[in-house]
């Protein structure tokens, strides 16, 4: 069975210190795993997504996010923490049930709030 | 960038009536669509995936006469809350899976429905 656990419910930095949003997944096969960002009152952008290529992923705004089998984690990581970055994150695996399409399963949400 | 539109953004209604929302693929055609509902400070839970020219395939404990779905084209899937009542009160969030990124999916803005 596929699930995904989002670590912490809240993270809290300083702009300009770096950003760890933990996630733990499980797969029983190779997963895709994302990460979505949702700003309030708006859609859900993709920051980036692994999908069995590069261990390190590279997304948009500066994040990127370590695929680690062993550990069975895709924590989503950023240098420095901008203003702009508080939203809500979700961690998200990917999984086929057959039909041709992938399901997508979400992790419960990290909100990330960046104080001056 | 592949866009995913919704209308309504917002919908206020009476308990009992029935509420039609949409999503559009704007810029790349759809054959598989997704409804997902959001509760308040929570994660996105999938309700149905919406296939073109077929029946959609609901999720378990979602009820598919209470939540119609048509998918009568490529770029067009429709959600119908019918009889809605208070509990039906929720952020509906469709997405659409862009065929030319793999299985990534792209997401609706959302629509927030709120049944008095």
């Known amino acids: 069975a596929q699930s995904v656990t989002q670590l912490d419910s809240h993270v809290s930095v300083s702009e300009g210190t770096p950003v760890l949003l933990r996630c733990n997944y499980s797969s029983s096969y190779s997963p895709s795993l994302f990460w979505y960002v949702q700003h309030p009152n708006k859609g859900l952008q993709l920051l980036l997504k692994y999908t069995s290529a590069a261990t390190l992923v590279k997304g948009i705004n500066g994040f990127e996010a370590e695929f680690k089998k062993s550990e069975t984690s895709f924590h989503l990581t950023k240098p420095s923490a901008h203003m702009s970055d508080a939203a809500e994150y979700f961690c998200?695996?990917?999984?086929?049930?057959?039909?041709?399409?992938?399901?997508?399963?979400f992790g419960a949400g990290t909100r990330l709030a960046v104080h001056p | 960038g592949a866009v995913v539109s919704q209308h309504p953004s917002r919908v206020i209604c009476k308990s009992g009536t029935s509420v039609k929302i949409e999503c559009r693929s704007l810029d790349f055609q759809a054959t598989t669509m997704f409804w997902y509902r959001q509760f308040p400070k929570q994660s996105l839970m999938l309700m149905a995936t919406s296939n073109e020219g077929s029946k959609a395939t609901y999720e378990q404990g979602v009820e598919k006469d209470k939540f119609l779905i048509n998918h009568a084209s490529l770029t067009l899937s429709t959600l119908t809350v019918t009889s809605a009542h208070p509990e039906d009160s929720s952020f509906y969030i469709c997405?659409?899976?862009?065929?030319?990124?793999?299985?990534?999916?792209?997401f609706g803005p959302g629509t927030r429905l709120l049944v008095l």
């Open positions: 997405s659409a899976r862009d065929l030319r990124a793999g299985e990534t999916q792209y």
């Open positions: 998200v695996v990917s999984y086929s049930p057959g039909g041709g399409y992938n399901k997508l399963i």
